[in-house]
């Protein structure tokens, strides 16, 4: 089975970069649709991004459209959430999910398989 590690996370402040990565173990992890959500205190998980299982195709929630980046390394196993430009609503523990699918229609709702534990990323104002 699929496992998925995150990190990367931290604390910094309004204005800074962070990377996530998220290794997985999966003997197919090419073929994957891989993504990411968060969560903050008091709030749903959202959606934030995904990507094909090539890297070809990508999709970002509103709120990080062009500060955020999906990116994947299929050689070694691994995709990233590039974030810049960090706001205070960024905040959130950031989970890493995947699913066998070469692609996922709608990422918001969809069932994923394979998530991961998590990665705390605070944003100071």
């Known amino acids: 089975q699929e496992q998925l590690v995150e990190s990367g996370g931290g604390l910094v402040q309004t204005g800074d970069s962070l990377r996530l990565s998220c290794a997985a173990s999966g003997r197919t992890f090419s073929g994957y649709t891989m993504g990411w959500f968060r969560q903050a205190p008091g709030k749903e998980r959202e959606f934030v991004a995904t990507i094909s299982g090539t890297g070809r195709v990508t999709n970002y929630a509103d709120s990080v459209k062009g500060r955020f980046t999906i990116s994947r390394d299929n050689a070694e196993n691994t995709v990233y959430l590039q974030m810049s430009s960090l706001k205070p609503e960024d905040s959130a523990v950031y989970y890493c999910?995947?699913?066998?699918?070469?692609?996922?229609?709608?990422?918001?709702?969809?069932?994923?398989?394979?998530w991961g534990q998590g990665t705390q990323v605070t944003v100071s104002s």
């Open positions: 999910v995947a699913d066998p699918m070469g692609w996922v229609r709608a990422p918001r709702t969809y069932e994923w398989k394979y």
